[in-house]
């Protein structure tokens, strides 16, 4: 059920009360973020969270439905949505309950299978087009790693192709060229200092929705390339949409020469529909890595796909792959999964969000347009972000460069002044969640009104 005890427009009540109260109270924060600070880089648990500060010091204490509250007791609709995880509202009632029943019959076993296991996996085998067997994990990045384990596994190779703009987590593996700066556009470009320089050798790079860039490389690589991997609809820089052509080029030229093609579903998994973007565009992978979504915020990931592939984790003599994790297959984590997939199937949540989703583009490209301000709105379904100093649909990460991004940080500082909260990295976006409703949309087209006529 996706119901509160309250309806969600209260959720904006109480964020307009907060902005005229001129009393509240902030001194527990400042406390609180300078001790993190001494002892926790940039006082956060990533780079991405600490960013938060960019519009000011914030230590959060709740969440419920689609408002998260301060430990100063400022309230805010969230857009952020912890990256994304937050598909039914924040604190659901009933994901939170199954978590708890699991809780009580222990948290982990660590040795044999459990019921919770095997049904989970049972929803993901009946409902992702791809996937005929399942690993479980406890993050997307943990997915992406075990799946090219597996492809070069199968294929005996070491290279592997990802797309410029694609994120497909903080490993060496494929923490490349995801946001190369404009003179290293087409290289192949390490995200972190002390990345594995072999690793970063045999990550191959090519423009997003190019098709025969794509397949060059997949032929030209075909004895050394051991999988081809892209986010669908790549996220990580507010929304590319793929050409139906280049994906099927891709599943095409990869079955051709026996590459394994992963698609990276971590972000649009059970967001964009209980069958991901594969059962949208109708192009089946080999290997499917979902997270996020799937759990609602709990930490539950999971690799799927092609049985001879998965079978290669057996665990057996006749098995060399070790996919391992202690807290892989925990029981709160795929309590949580089960409630969330059952929810979403049968309240068609997507159904909803991709019309909400579609109002907040309008709306927000229309006052664009009313203020004269040079920007447009990327997004799909329930994902949308607006981009300054660029115009035109991009269809590659070449098409990103160039935002406004001083801008980008002024909207977000601004609308979190009239209590909606987003990350202000002008690459990331949006998020809706079912918690979201006409109230929340009317409100944020309304500060976003004000603060657009200010820039």
Known sequence: MTDFDRTESDDVNRVEDMKDDSSTNRDRTEPIVDRAREIIPG??????RAQAYDTGDVAFESASGATLTTVAGEQYIDYHLGFGPIILGHAHEDVDAAARAAIDDGVLYGAGTTPLEVEVAERLVDLVP???MVNFCNSGSEATYHAIRLARAATGNEKVLKFEGCYHGWHDYVDVSVYPPADRVGERYPESDGMLPAAVENTLVAPFNDSDAAEEIVRDHSDDLAAVILEPVPHSVGCLHPRTEFLETLREVTEVHGVPLIFDEVISGFRHSPHGVQGEVNVTPDLTCV?????????????????????????????????????????????????????????????????????????LADLLEDHGVDGRVVGHRSIFSVQFGVRGEPRTYEDVLGLDEERFHAFAAGMRERGHFF?????????????HDEAHLESYLEAADTVLAEL
Request: hydrophobic residues 35%; negative net charge.
């Open 43 to 48: 006082g956060a648990q990533t780079g991405l």
């Open 130 to 132: 791809s996937v005929e």
């Open 291 to 363: 997270a996020k979504a799937l759990g609602n915020g709990y930490p539950v990931a999971a690799v799927g796909g092609r049985s001879d592939l998965l079978a290669q984790a057996g665990g057996d003599n006749e098995s060399g792959v070790v996919i391992s994790g202690t807290y892989s297959g925990s029981l709160p984590g795929l309590a949580a999964a089960r409630e969330t997939i059952d929810t979403i199937v049968a309240e068609d949540v997507q159904a909803s969000l991709t019309d909400l989703g579609d109002r907040y583009r309008d709306g």
């Open 423 to 435: 990350t202000p990295n002008p690459y990331k976006r949006h998020h809706l969640s079912a918690a």
